[in-house]
């Protein structure tokens, strides 16, 4: 398994935007794909999206799409998601996962390691 340390997150207006960080240990960063859940206050976590182990393929929900970014740079071991018109109901705890899953996972049982959370708070 791979350590994950999620960071980025804090409070913004809505409209505002936010760009999350997941920093990995190890030297095989490159062969996870990787993923971003969230967890809102009395909700369970759901799926945000997730990117394959080179990047050119990515995975967004509908709640997210065309708002939500998810990147990685494999030579600095992180992924990122990039948020952007946030809204209040983006505020959640969100969580980095990583998934030895070939292709393209969406499911949570697909990741087997995960980050600690970090949480984003959007104020109206």
């Known amino acids: 398994q791979v350590q994950l340390v999620d960071s980025g997150g804090g409070l913004v207006q809505a409209g505002g935007s936010l760009r999350l960080s997941c920093a990995t240990s190890?030297?095989?960063?490159?062969?996870?794909?990787m993923g971003w859940f969230r967890q809102g206050p009395r909700e369970e976590r759901e799926f945000v999206a997730s990117i394959d182990w080179r990047g050119g393929r990515k995975y967004y929900a509908d709640y997210v799409k065309g708002r939500f970014t998810i990147s990685r740079e494999n030579a600095k071991n992180t992924v990122y998601l990039k948020m952007v018109s946030v809204i209040p109901e983006d505020t959640a705890v969100y969580y980095c996962?990583?998934?030895?899953?070939?292709?393209?996972?969406?499911?949570?049982?697909?990741?087997?390691?995960w980050g600690q959370g970090t949480q984003v708070t959007v104020s109206s």
């Open positions: 190890g030297r095989t960063f490159s062969s996870y794909a």
């Open positions: 996962a990583a998934s030895r899953t070939l292709g393209l996972p969406i499911g949570a049982r697909d990741f087997g390691s």
